[in-house]
């Protein structure tokens, strides 16, 4: 048996472009993309979440007089403008 | 515009974040690769999964691919180390076994002589078969193959070698 027949044989066993396959990759690394990108933005959320329960007391402790009332609206606030910001910056680039 | 010249243009584009390069890639060297694969699972629905994640993880890491070599050794031999891994994991394993409970068709050749090729081929050690696969069935050069299998090109040469005799006896009788 030569090599000729061996190509022929496995030749005929080559499967029909598909250009679902290609979209299944696709869709497939957009999935893996996202999941990625929401796991780094709970991670930062839990973070600040935690670094703002740990610096909480001794900040209602300074700005009781004049930003009490508003300290949880500044807070989320905080949170939602530094994960915006941070987050590119955390995420790894994309290739 | 060549094949060649088209492909390095689509691997410098998917390199700089193109998805719509990187999808013309895919679509270029999708059937090679879901063939090899195959041959060398023996199942389309395995051989199809593990290209998909070949593919995955070639557009995640493509970054470090180096645009001055050649993208399909590149991309089979991502191929290959991902087979090899799930040769031993256990999750693989449990789907395939899964899978069978389930009742899914395997890959079935045509009867005959290329039926008796897939089992020839299967007896080969897998190294070897994947040697030959890549030379014979996917027309690489040795040195394309060396690099996708991260092999010296020798053990490659070697391989195809007493491959293509192992297959050459076992067949013999069925070529006549």
């Known amino acids: ?95 | 515009m060549t094949d060649g010249t088209a492909e390095a243009a689509w691997v410098q584009d998917a390199r700089a974040g193109s998805a719509a390069a990187f999808g013309r890639l895919v679509q270029m060297h999708q059937q090679a690769l879901r063939a090899f694969l195959r041959r060398l699972c023996g199942n389309a629905a395995d051989a199809d999964d593990l290209a998909q994640e070949s593919f995955v993880f070639a557009w995640e890491h493509i970054g470090r691919f180096d645009p001055a070599r050649s993208f399909r050794p590149w991309l089979f031999g991502i191929a290959w180390r991902k087979h090899r891994e799930g040769k031993r994991g256990w999750l693989r394993l449990l789907k395939r076994e899964s899978a069978a409970v389930e009742g899914e068709t395997s890959f079935a050749p045509d009867p005959g002589l290329k039926l008796d090729l897939v089992k020839a081929a299967e007896t080969l050690p897998l190294e070897q078969r994947a040697a030959i696969l890549l030379c014979l069935g996917a027309e690489f050069t040795h040195m394309e193959a060396a690099q996708a299998l991260a092999l010296p090109l020798g053990t490659v040469k070697s391989h195809v070698a007493r491959g293509r005799e192992k297959l050459a006896a076992m067949l013999g009788g069925s070529n006549g």
Do not use: C
């Not at chain 1, 959320?45 to 009332?69: D, G």
């Open chain 1, 1 to 95: 048996m030569d090599e000729p027949v061996l190509k022929n044989l496995w030749d005929a066993d080559v499967p029909a472009a598909d250009l679902g396959f290609v979209l299944a990759v696709m869709a497939r690394a957009e999935q893996r993309s996202f999941r990625r990108e929401l796991a780094a933005t709970i991670g930062l959320a839990v973070i600040a979440a935690i670094l703002l329960a740990l610096v909480m007391p001794a900040m209602e402790f300074t700005w009781q007089e004049s930003l009490a009332p508003y300290f949880s609206n500044l807070a989320i606030l905080g949170i939602l403008i530094g994960a915006t910001f941070l987050l590119p910056q955390l995420l790894p680039a994309q290739d």
